[in-house]
Nanobody, 121 residues
Framework: QVQLVESGGGLVQPGGSLRLSCAAS????????MGWYRQAPGNEREQGAL???????NYADSVKGRFTISRDNAKNTVYLQMNSLNPEDTAVYYC???????????????WGQGTQVTVSS
């Protein structure tokens, strides 16, 4: 029904930057929140950054001041600019979207397949 396709992960040195992208497609009537979660080995999945359809944002304390989330509503795409990366940011990053697939329907969560971000020298 709804697909989220992520891109932009990879290997970066400490202090470096990466930009993640996630495009939603399929049976979409509207998208409420979009954003990024991450999961490091041995840890639970945690929220990184979220943005709503009207542009409000929420960041985890661990990424505030370093990561910036943005969204293109016309393209159903969300971005995550990650600066000043450190090894603790190493994780699989998952795109998330809260989607209503038809008028009057419920909002349901959808997830991307995940993209690996590795911060290492």
């Amino acid at each position: 029904q709804v697909q989220l396709v992520e891109s932009g992960g990879g290997l970066v040195q400490p202090g470096g930057s990466l930009r993640l992208s996630c495009a939603a497609s399929g049976s979409i009537f509207s998208i409420n929140a979009m954003g990024w979660y991450r999961q490091a080995p041995g840890n639970e999945r945690e929220q990184g950054a979220l943005t709503t359809s009207v542009g409000s944002t929420n960041y985890a304390d661990s990424v505030k001041g370093r990561f910036t989330i943005s969204r293109d509503n016309a393209k159903n795409t969300v971005y995550l600019q990650m600066n000043s990366l450190n090894p603790e940011d190493t994780a699989v990053y998952y795109c998330y979207a809260a989607v209503k697939t038809y008028i009057g329907g419920y909002v349901s969560p959808y997830w991307g397949q995940g993209t690996q971000v590795t911060v290492s020298s």
